[in-house]
């Protein structure tokens, strides 16, 4: 490397194995299914992790014991324990599977840790918790209610506009509860309140799903928020995910509606449950007239209701909730944390930019919920607008990128006076505020951004000598975590804003350095699965909001890269096991319906947002720099089958895995024979994407390996000039093929580069996120997210494993070339 770069800080805390600080042995970190102290899981063998701490050197964990029992004495006591896994000469401290008596639905269990080490060190955890879910549907006596009347739904275009609904329910308790618990399914998004106070602190709960297969419900434990007396639940209901965001092309499921239980326990082992049904009160006649995730929420404070989630609030003027139809999906509990304000930001200028107009500039291209602090006059609407830029004369935002989105907040004041507003049921991706309808000026202060997405941890910091590269890491992180919403989205600004498959394929890996997101990609997994149609096709957006089966492969190999990520990078082999038959009903599908001669034949998107050859284009349409189709799929199928092999080893099924890698052998050499000129050593039309994907894929028959690498470092250096020339597929191997075939120099050389095309480009334009597009400067608007994860390929991995050199062992079934 010509320049060296120092990696001055690197913080990496994954899996169980983190072993550092602290005077002595401690055993921190515990988690149950991967979460804290969590409530509702609902799988019948829980698996426990946990870390240890300690000063020393080179200290292995040699021996663990975990005690469960159904009360916090109990297992003091070690008493009445339901489980004592008893000392087990192991170093697992990743994903232990209970193996006890069997668990019972929504009972609390409480548990403990003991660890051995090879330094004689013996350490206990503190005692954690978790609590099952509801595990029988019998065990729910909660109706779906909401108000079932569409007449106040409106429509402006396409455009949904439907105002949120408030439900609540008194009741009464003749003491205080031993234990109160609340199951409830608000969908779309949902805000519970119990005696006004609001229960968590989730945001847009739940997650989304595809909802006619599985619709999530969340677990609280409430009963601090409980009294002896009279006592009120009350929720707010939102459009969410259910309502479509728009009329058609989108699909969507219906009116909000909530089921909602609360199962309460006296000392005396007294049970009863307040649950969702037609003696509750609905109104939407509330301040919210309208929400939606693309166009903004209108908040008329004239509509306030008051204390109504408080008992003896008057309710008269309210309607009997009424009985909804059912989600056609089962009742699950939620398998991933919800949404949260992560992290809260300040603008860095207020500018009056004429026309009674004010752009607050919030310096970093953010996602999630402006909360504002401002004066008003009674009756007149406080309007508030956001984008990613601004036009050219710096005093309009840029909003034709968002298509038909109208991301428009509006806020009517009661009264004279000031006020604090944040919108409950919509979030947006923007840096900069317009807003209008003052007459004073605002100041920095009025203003908190507050920057919401799955509440998952930070495992990973990275800063190095080289600022730009330092800038680069900085703008992934920004847009990684600004596209998580339940779902990885392919952009939190337009009117899209879904589940885009091959946006991930290897993303999610880069991500997984940085976040602890193992559990929002299972659940998307999970999504995926559910999306497929009956003869296995897989929807490239997951869920199905858009329903689209391409049949294509590059797409859903994200399905099966991050299913093998869930495992190499957070020992979770769950989703393996789980989803095996469905991968497997998909590999069928596609090798009998579009494998012609062992060549996939069906490609849909090609090597999308590769540089094109003039600015204003989204898309090239020089034959000469688009890689052919069956390339693409051919060389990403043979690695699905590679990964099948593996996953049906896992499965124990290893005739599966001998039918794919009899099959991988038939593709690879049909791909050489129709693709490869040994001649010239060149894929097909001489590509860097074509060879590289042959190259990193293991397609290129032996011995030649440098020479195909070769024609990938001279197109490279001649043709691109030291650039990138890949789009979404390519990019997923530049950097890793770059090193690992000896091009290091112009790896380093790429990511450093401040030119078009690259990512140090889109910063001397003033990117703080990543581009969806190498030109999204000049490109046209139609497709030019200015938050788009996709073209970070495999930079991430680059970053921690060669530049950091923090790299998983090979597992014994095989490492990741994906
Ligand atoms: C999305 C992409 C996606 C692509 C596929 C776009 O509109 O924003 O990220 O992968 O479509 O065609």
Redesign the pocket.
Known sequence: MKKSILISLLALLMMGCQVSGGSSLKVEETTVEMRKNPEGVAVSAPRFSWQLVTDKQDVMQTAYQIEVADSEKGLQAGSGLVWNSGRVESGQSVLVKYAGASLESGQKYWWRVTVWTNTGDKAQSSIQYWSMALLDSSDWKAGWIGLNDSTNLKLDGERTILPARYLRKEFDLPSQPKRAVLYVSGVGSSVCYMNGERIGNDVFGPLPTWYDASVSYLTYDVTPLLKSGTNTIGVALGNGRYLSMRANGMVGFGLPRLMAQLNIEYDNGETVSVASDDSWKVTNCGPITANNEFDGEWYDARLELGKWAESGYDDSGWKPAERMEAPKGKLVAQLSPSLKVMEEIKPISVKSVGDGRYIVDMGQNMVGIQQVKLRGKKDKPITMRFAEVLKDNGTELYLDNLRSALVTDIYTPAADGEFVWEPLFVYHGFRFMEISGLDYEPAADDFIGKVVYDEMATNGTFETSEELINRIHKNAYWGIRGNYRGMPT??PQRD?RLG?L??RTTGAYGESFIFGNALMYKKWLVDIEESMNENGSISVVSPRYWTIFHDDVTWPAAYFYVADMLYRQFGDDSSIKERYPSMKRWVNHMTETKMKDYILVKDE?GD?CMPPESPELIHSEDPARKTNGEVLSTTVFYSILQLMEKFAQMNGLPADAEEYAALAIKVKDAYNKKFFNTETAQYDNNTVTANLLSLRLGLVPDGYEDKVFANVVEKTEKDCKGHVSAGVLGIQHLMRGLTEYGGLELAYKIVTNDTYPSWGYMIKKGATTIW?LWNGDTANPA?N?RN?V?LLGDLLIWFYEDLAGIKMLPLPSGSSRF
């Open positions: 392919d952009c899209e885009w091959g946006d998107y999308w969806e497709m997210s788009h996709m």
